[in-house]
């Protein structure tokens, strides 16, 4: 045995040791715990029984210190004393530890919004089959040994409030809680979240994962289109209306980010919406661009090509080439065409919809299939 393992070994041993004391269950049944695949820290270090007990005594909101406890099986003030199987208690804390780890903690100067009681049945759903009874105490505890931001939650005796994400939270609750209406957008997934569900598959199969998890620090992914539309929210006009439906389809993720105008086009092709809805995107999409003078023109996702082989006017054969876009408002149509054809060399972009042609040009200074559309009523 090396020295690495002999200490790491000794470390088990002194926390199987003290889980049983704790517990009050046999050395044999907590060292079987301890050494569990499903508690060997799947985004992260291995919890530690120890320092769990130790949160019971020291935290400065739920911990004792010195004097009765503050934290019980049902939440903060319970009177209901732990409920210790013996088998699969310290595991169920390192899953719930983990089930935690998954979200970004929210900023320090933020104030923790999500109830332990709400997370306690998110927690259920997520880790099912491989602990499918989480008590509201178990949810704090972990929470409060794990070091996560924690407040009472007024009006409760039970529950408190836990520093994650709340978007992050709802994202995860829809995506596994039965009979919720499933996330559409995606950006609101915790950075852990795929990670942990192999993760949990694999540990609950026996296996120890050697590679860990690291959280990555969030790209600073530039955004500007949607960063000025979520400004224009509460604004009193049809631009106003169109920002405060966005906002919140981002929050409740029914909907991508919209980086950019063609991005917000995108959208529109997906989403139900009115003509309204659609003409108020044009307006923003003019608005941004004449505040942004540096945006770029507007470019539409293609949706058909063609080569087509041309007997030639005389002087030899050539080709045609055709690529067809999809027109803004989605249907119609932008047709750039080239003739490669000898003696007869022609290249033509236009818009084929009646609609499009009435609200967009091409934008001026650029190649013929560098073409970008603005809306006409742009002035610069
Ligand atoms: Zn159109």
Known sequence: MTSDNHSRHRELQQDARAWADFTGTSYTAALRQVKSPLAQGLLGDRVSARHLIATLDEHELIGARGGAPRLGENGTFSTIPWRF???????????????????????????????????????????????SYVSNGRMIWAAAALGLPIVDLEGSELNVLIGVLEREHDYVRRMVERGRIR?????????????????????????????????????????????????????????????????????????????T??????????V?????????VVSAIAEWMMTVPTAKPVRTPRIGESVQDHSGWGAGAGTVERY?????????????????????????????????????????????????????????
Request: proline content about 6%.
């Open 85 to 131: 199987n013996g088998r699969s208690d310290l595991i169920e804390l390192a899953l719930i530890t983990d089930m935690l780890r998954m979200f970004a903690p929210i900023p320090d100067s933020a104030t923790p919004e999500v109830s332990s009681y709400s997370l306690k049945h998110t927690a259920e759903e997520f880790l099912s089959p491989h602990c």
């Open 324 to 380: 067809e876009y999809r027109c803004p408002c989605g249907d119609g149509a932008i047709v750039e065409e080239h003739d490669n054809i000898p003696g007869f060399r022609d290249r033509d972009v236009s818009i084929l919809c009646a609609k499009c042609s009435a609200e967009w040009r091409f934008a001026g200074g650029r190649s013929l299939s560098g073409w970008g559309l603005e809306p006409v009523s742009v002035t610069r």
């Open 272 to 280: 139900s919406h009115s003509p309204e809805a659609y003409d108020a």
């Open 261 to 270: 105008p063609d991005e917000m086009l995108g959208i529109f092709y997906e």
């Open 183 to 259: 996330p559409k957008a995606h950006h609101h997934r915790p950075a852990g979240y795929a990670y942990l569900r192999t993760a949990l598959a694999r540990a609950a199969a026996g296996e120890w994962i050697t590679a860990g998890w690291t959280r990555r620090a969030p790209a600073a992914v530039s955004a500007p289109f949607h960063d000025w539309l979520i400004r224009q929210a509460g604004r009193d006009d049809v631009i106003g209306d169109l920002a405060d439906d966005y906002t919140a389809g981002v929050r409740d993720s029914d909907h991508r980010v919209a980086r």
